[in-house]
């Protein structure tokens, strides 16, 4: 079973930069899927963030495109997402997942969540 | 972008209702669409990929149907375990979920 954990500051002031690293078990990151982040802000809907293949080929949220640097670390078997210049609207469930397949397809293995909250 | 619109909202049924929510999406996708169900506290769960097929371990009373703009999850006879939020996402250019629907027990 592909497990997904995602380890993050849990408090980020606003303006900082918010770093998350999803720890991939039991799939190898280079395996061909896609990884992805998507979150939940309390209370409301899923957001897709991005996504990345192992190659670093990667793809955005155009709404937040210009805050997104992702990467691939295949020697620890994990991706990140620094997501910088943060605001209150920034808090959220935070989910890392694998894409399904080869492509930019559906989430079929998902992490717990992590919970980030901006505020001073 | 794509635009993503669920409804209801939210609905409420009793068990072993059929309950019905649909997903429109702002241009043709195909049937590049899939449904998740979450519940609360957890990540969401693939019930649904590519608009019609049924993820390995999801129960065959779960279906899906449509292409285009125009899409249905269908749950035959609701459980206890169905009661949830539901979300659509298309993937035919980039990714997009929609709004959620919750279905509540009546």
């Known amino acids: 079973q592909v497990q997904l954990q995602e380890s993050g500051p849990g408090l980020v002031k606003p303006s900082e930069t918010l770093s998350l690293t999803c720890v991939v078990s039991n799939s190898s990151i280079s395996s061909g899927h896609y990884w992805g982040w998507i979150r939940q802000p309390p209370g409301e809907g899923l957001e897709w963030i991005a996504s990345?293949?192992?190659?670093?080929?990667?793809f955005h949220n155009p709404s937040l495109t210009s805050r997104i640097t992702m990467s691939v670390n295949p020697s620890k078997n994990q991706f990140s997402l620094n997501l910088s210049s943060v605001t209150a609207a920034d808090t959220a469930v935070y989910y890392c997942?694998?894409?399904?397949?080869?492509?930019?397809?559906?989430?079929?293995?998902w992490g717990q969540g992590t919970f980030v909250t901006v505020s001073s | 972008d794509i635009q993503m619109t669920q409804s209801p909202s939210s609905l409420s049924a009793s068990i072993g209702d059929r309950v019905t929510i649909t997903c429109q999406a702002s241009?043709?996708?195909?049937?590049?669409l899939n449904w998740y169900q979450q519940k609360p506290g957890k990540a969401p769960k693939l019930l649904i990929y590519d608009a019609s097929n049924l993820e390995t371990g999801v129960p065959s009373r779960i279906s899906g149907s449509g292409s285009g703009t125009e899409f249905t999850l269908t749950i035959n006879s609701l459980q206890a375990e169905d009661f949830a939020t539901y979300y659509c996402?298309?993937?035919?250019?980039?990714?997009?979920f929609g709004g959620g629907t919750k279905v509540e027990i009546k």
């Open positions: 241009q043709d996708i195909s049937t590049y």
């Open positions: 997942a694998r894409h399904k397949d080869g492509g930019l397809f559906g989430f079929d293995f």
């Open positions: 996402q298309q993937f035919d250019n980039l990714l997009t």
């Open positions: 990345i293949y192992y190659s670093e080929s990667n």
